[in-house]
Every structure is written in structure tokens, then in C-alpha cells.
């Protein structure tokens, strides 16, 4: 019988075993010493009321202080960014509830992986105890694995605590999130990072050689990741520097932080969805902001000018009828010129339809339109403004009784063209902005001459 695959080593657990256990595989790798702990680790939380940046979460009101006093640990998924504290919080947690704590990776473990988890955790309840299992990157399991948790979660064989950096709504199934309370982590905040830094010094015995404009920038090159702040922090640190680093001097010495952005995934909806309200809220710096986020992640300029159009047509539409020629020229500029030039069409664009006066008439018109279409079925039009190509549909009154705009009073007849027995309905109704002032006057005037008529 062939021996039964260990599950892997994630941290300094083997599947649960202590520490002294999951060692001599190897008599040499004992003799090595053992790399300098990273500073990261070396500063990771020992108390949940350590953790910073999640006081919604942890503080004196906080919902899982809360839980904790209660002695009512439910089963979670901890959503947010990467080096947020979730791994830190979920051992925490294990450790405040009198827990064991077993950790796995969605990354490496498959189903094998999780069945001994729950064999060992059914074990361990029956001694008396109980068991947290983590699982980081749960959103990477599939949907069939994600079913697996339903049992034993349910039956409190495991407390099960999720990390996920996705969307829950969208990564996750709804028969799992029914069963798990989401919990949503915040990026660390200025004063959080700050704090880290105060601690890497303490812990470090060493000032960060840097300016107080260069201590700013470093916090935001971090963009809210706080093992991201702590890894440059020892670079930083190892660097031999004969003044403190002012903000460029730093910029030029560390990488920033490359920009969370996902073309297929939440974070391109976010950012998207914030460009198109910022317009059309006729905020042009924003948008401007929106849209280069967008860009400095990678987005397709094409999308971006897609989208554009589409707004040009649906939030500014009649109140400026040249936003749509315009939103297409742009798109054609950038065909013609590409990146980088191009952009500079399409932020004109951005800038314009943000400034432009915004009516949505249009859209909710033909809204209408299609309802009505739809309710009144294979109506025919009235037969005086049918052509009348043949002689049979002359005698049948095709086209009878037409007049000829152009030779009526102020170029306007008045005739119906709604169907015969369907009553006259309204469905545009322009704002007073920007063109829509114009076409508002001018369908005011043709009302009145078609009720005089």
C-alpha cells in the first residue's frame, strides 16, 4: 500500500504537529543555522489588541472582540488586501479561543490535503478540543472543493477561517458564504504604517535614515501593505547612507509597490465604475485620477475609450451632442497614434465629458420606447404616411391625407404618426441643460401648434 501523502509544510506547522515534530527530515539541514528571521516576522502580533489597522474589527466594540467575549468564534472569511493581517489575525484567533490551529494553502493543497485536515480535526474533538483551520487563498478552490467545508463546518468539526484577497461575493459559492460570516480588512492606513515603523525601529534599535518627506513616501510607496512597508524598511535599513533619504533620493533607492489592478477581476469594476460616477458628477480631476489609475495598471486604452463613448451617449447624450463625435475621434486619435500620445486624446475626452452638461433623457427615452414597443405588439403606422408605390395601395388610402412639413407653416403639420388606436405617448422629456435648453423651447412650441391643430 502505497504511503499516504503528507500535506505541506505551511509555516511552522506540519498539518498541525508541533514544531519539534515536523523536524529531522533532513540530519544536515538541522546542522545549518537558520537565516536571519525577516523583519516582518520578527514584528508579527502577539496579541489581537497588537494588530493595527483593523480596530473595526478588534477594538474594544470590534465584531470579533466581540465574538471572542462571547465565546461564540463562528466560522469567517477575512477579506483584504495583501499584508493587511489576515494570517496573523486567524493564529490569534486560534490562540484567544483555546483553538488549534492548522493552516493550509488553497495554492498547494488539493482534496487528500483537506480530508486529512478534517480526520485530524474530528480527532481532535473527540479528546475535547477544538480546531481553527486557515486556509489562505480559499477563493482558489474550486467550487466542488468549497462544498467540501459544508460538513464539517456545519457540524462544528472546524471553525474554518478563510483568507481571501477577491471578492467574496464573486469567489466564493453561496452555500459556503451562507455558513461563514465575511469580514472585510482595511488597507493599513497612514497612521498604521506609521506605527509599523515606529515598532521596526524599537525593534531594530535604529532611527530610518530618512527625512520626515522621506518617511511620508515610504509609507506610501507601502500602498497599505504592511510587509511590504516592513520588507523595505530592511532594505532600507542595510543600505549604507551618509544623510537621511528625502522623498526622491528614496524613490530612486526602492521600488514602489506595483499598483493592485486586475483586468478581469473586482478591482477593474471598482475603478471603472468610480471613473464613470466622477464624470458624471462633472469632477475632471478625479476622472483624470480614475482613469490614470487605470491606465498605470495596465488597462486597454480601448476599453477605456468604449466605455467613454458609452457614456457620451448615455450620461451626457442631448445636452451636448457633440460629446459623441467627439468620444469617437478620440477613440480613432488613439488607433492612429497608440500609446503613449494617443492617451493624451482620451484624457481630453475624460476632461470634457466631465465638464460637459450631463442629461440621461435620451437613455431613459428609448427605455421607454422599447417598453412600449414591446406592449403594443405589430401595430401598423397610419396609413397617410405609408408609400404608396403602386397603384392597388394609392386605392387602399396608402399615403393619403400626408402633408408635406416642409410646405406647412412654420415647417411643422402636426399630423399623428403614432399607430392608429394607440394614444400619443411621451417619452422625451429634455432637461434645461446645456443643448437640451434648445430642443426643451423647441418641442414646448411644436406641442402648442399640434393642440391648435
Given at each position: 500500500?502505497a504511503a499516504e501523502r503528507e500535506p505541506p509544510i505551511m509555516?511552522?506547522?506540519?498539518?498541525?504537529?508541533?514544531?519539534?515534530?515536523?523536524?529531522?527530515?533532513?540530519?544536515?539541514?538541522?546542522?545549518?543555522?537558520?537565516?536571519?528571521?525577516?523583519?516582518?516576522?520578527?514584528?508579527?502580533?502577539?496579541?489581537?489588541?497588537?494588530?493595527?489597522?483593523?480596530?473595526?474589527?478588534?477594538?474594544?466594540?470590534?465584531?470579533?472582540?466581540?465574538?471572542?467575549?462571547?465565546?461564540?468564534?463562528?466560522?469567517?472569511?477575512?477579506?483584504?488586501?495583501?499584508?493587511?493581517?489576515?494570517?496573523?489575525?486567524?493564529?490569534?484567533?486560534?490562540?484567544?479561543?483555546?483553538?488549534?490551529?492548522?493552516?493550509?494553502?488553497?495554492?498547494?493543497?488539493?482534496?487528500?490535503?483537506?480530508?486529512?485536515?478534517?480526520?485530524?480535526?474530528?480527532?481532535?474533538?473527540?479528546?475535547?478540543?477544538?480546531?481553527?483551520?486557515?486556509?489562505?487563498?480559499?477563493?482558489?478552490?474550486?467550487?466542488?472543493?468549497?462544498?467540501?467545508?459544508?460538513?464539517?463546518?456545519?457540524?462544528?468539526?472546524?471553525?474554518?477561517?478563510?483568507?481571501?484577497?477577491?471578492?467574496?461575493?464573486?469567489?466564493?459559492?453561496?452555500?459556503?458564504?451562507?455558513?461563514?460570516?465575511?469580514?472585510?480588512?482595511?488597507?493599513?492606513?497612514?497612521?498604521?504604517?506609521?506605527?509599523?515603523?515606529?515598532?521596526?525601529?524599537?525593534?531594530?534599535?535604529?532611527?530610518?535614515?530618512?527625512?520626515?518627506?522621506?518617511?511620508?513616501?515610504?509609507?506610501?510607496?507601502?500602498?497599505?501593505?504592511?510587509?511590504?512597508?516592513?520588507?523595505?524598511?530592511?532594505?532600507?535599513?542595510?543600505?549604507?547612507?551618509?544623510?537621511?533619504?528625502?522623498?526622491?533620493?528614496?524613490?530612486?533607492?526602492?521600488?514602489?509597490?506595483?499598483?493592485?489592478?486586475?483586468?478581469?477581476?473586482?478591482?477593474?469594476?471598482?475603478?471603472?465604475?468610480?471613473?464613470?460616477?466622477?464624470?458624471?458628477?462633472?469632477?475632471?480631476?478625479?476622472?483624470?485620477?480614475?482613469?490614470?489609475?487605470?491606465?498605470?495598471?495596465?488597462?486597454?486604452?480601448?476599453?477605456?475609450?468604449?466605455?467613454?463613448?458609452?457614456?457620451?451617449?448615455?450620461?451626457?447624450?442631448?445636452?451636448?451632442?457633440?460629446?459623441?463625435?467627439?468620444?469617437?475621434?478620440?477613440?480613432?486619435?488613439?488607433?492612429?497614434?497608440?500609446?503613449?500620445?494617443?492617451?493624451?486624446?482620451?484624457?481630453?475626452?475624460?476632461?470634457?465629458?466631465?465638464?460637459?452638461?450631463?442629461?440621461?433623457?435620451?437613455?431613459?427615452?428609448?427605455?421607454?420606447?422599447?417598453?412600449?414597443?414591446?406592449?403594443?405588439?405589430?401595430?401598423?403606422?397610419?396609413?397617410?404616411?405609408?408609400?404608396?408605390?403602386?397603384?392597388?395601395?394609392?386605392?387602399?388610402?396608402?399615403?393619403?391625407?400626408?402633408?408635406?412639413?416642409?410646405?406647412?407653416?412654420?415647417?411643422?403639420?402636426?399630423?399623428?404618426?403614432?399607430?392608429?388606436?394607440?394614444?400619443?405617448?411621451?417619452?422625451?422629456?429634455?432637461?434645461?441643460?446645456?443643448?437640451?435648453?434648445?430642443?426643451?423651447?423647441?418641442?414646448?412650441?411644436?406641442?402648442?401648434?399640434?393642440?391648435?391643430?
Open positions: 500500500m509555516g511552522d506547522d506540519l498539518f498541525g504537529l508541533p514544531p519539534e515534530q515536523s523536524q529531522g527530515r533532513n540530519a544536515d539541514a538541522r546542522k545549518k543555522p537558520a537565516p536571519m528571521q525577516p523583519l516582518a516576522d520578527r514584528l508579527r502580533p502577539q496579541r489581537l489588541e497588537d494588530v493595527v489597522g483593523q480596530a473595526h474589527l478588534l477594538g474594544p466594540e470590534g465584531a470579533l472582540t466581540r465574538m471572542l467575549e462571547r465565546g461564540s468564534l463562528a466560522s469567517l472569511i477575512l477579506w483584504g488586501g495583501p499584508g493587511v493581517g489576515k494570517t496573523t489575525i486567524a493564529r490569534l484567533l486560534a490562540q484567544a479561543a483555546g483553538l488549534k490551529f492548522v493552516q493550509l494553502s488553497a495554492v498547494f493543497s488539493g482534496v487528500a490535503d483537506l480530508k486529512k485536515a478534517f480526520e485530524n480535526a474530528r480527532r481532535q474533538a473527540e479528546m475535547g478540543g477544538g480546531t481553527l483551520l486557515f486556509v489562505d487563498e480559499i477563493h482558489r478552490f474550486n467550487r466542488a472543493q468549497q462544498d467540501g467545508f459544508l460538513p464539517v463546518v456545519e457540524d462544528g468539526t472546524v471553525v474554518l477561517v478563510g483568507a481571501t484577497t477577491e471578492n467574496p461575493s464573486f469567489a466564493l459559492n453561496s452555500a459556503l458564504l451562507s455558513r461563514c460570516q465575511v469580514m472585510v480588512l482595511n488597507r493599513l492606513d497612514d497612521p498604521a504604517c506609521e506605527a509599523l515603523l515606529v515598532r521596526a525601529e524599537e525593534e531594530t534599535g535604529r532611527p530610518l535614515p530618512l527625512t520626515e518627506d522621506g518617511r511620508v513616501t515610504l509609507r506610501a510607496m507601502a500602498d497599505g501593505d504592511g510587509r511590504y512597508l516592513l520588507n523595505m524598511v530592511e532594505q532600507l535599513l542595510s543600505l549604507k547612507t551618509e544623510k537621511p533619504l528625502d522623498a526622491q533620493a528614496l524613490s530612486r533607492l526602492l521600488a514602489k509597490r506595483a499598483i493592485l489592478y486586475d483586468r478581469d477581476r473586482e478591482e477593474h469594476y471598482n475603478l471603472i465604475s468610480a471613473l464613470h460616477k466622477s464624470m458624471r458628477g462633472s469632477d475632471p480631476d478625479a476622472a483624470l485620477y480614475w482613469f490614470a489609475r487605470m491606465l498605470e495598471g495596465g488597462e486597454d486604452p480601448r476599453y477605456l475609450a468604449r466605455r467613454m463613448t458609452r457614456f457620451a451617449a448615455e450620461d451626457v447624450g442631448m445636452a451636448d451632442p457633440h460629446a459623441l463625435p467627439l468620444a469617437v475621434a478620440a477613440w480613432e486619435t488613439y488607433e492612429r497614434l497608440g500609446s503613449p500620445e494617443g492617451e493624451l486624446a482620451l484624457a481630453q475626452l475624460v476632461v470634457h465629458l466631465a465638464t460637459a452638461p450631463k442629461s440621461n433623457a435620451v437613455y431613459k427615452a428609448y427605455g421607454a420606447a422599447r417598453r412600449a414597443a414591446k406592449a403594443t405588439g405589430s401595430l401598423m403606422p397610419p396609413a397617410h404616411i405609408l408609400n404608396a408605390p403602386t397603384k392597388l395601395m394609392q386605392d387602399i388610402g396608402y399615403g393619403k391625407g400626408y402633408q408635406y412639413d416642409h410646405d406647412a407653416e412654420e415647417g411643422f403639420s402636426g399630423q399623428n404618426y403614432f399607430p392608429d388606436g394607440m394614444k400619443r405617448q411621451n417619452f422625451y422629456n429634455p432637461t434645461g441643460r446645456g443643448y437640451e435648453r434648445e430642443v426643451r423651447h423647441r418641442l414646448e412650441t411644436w406641442s402648442r401648434l399640434r393642440d391648435r391643430r
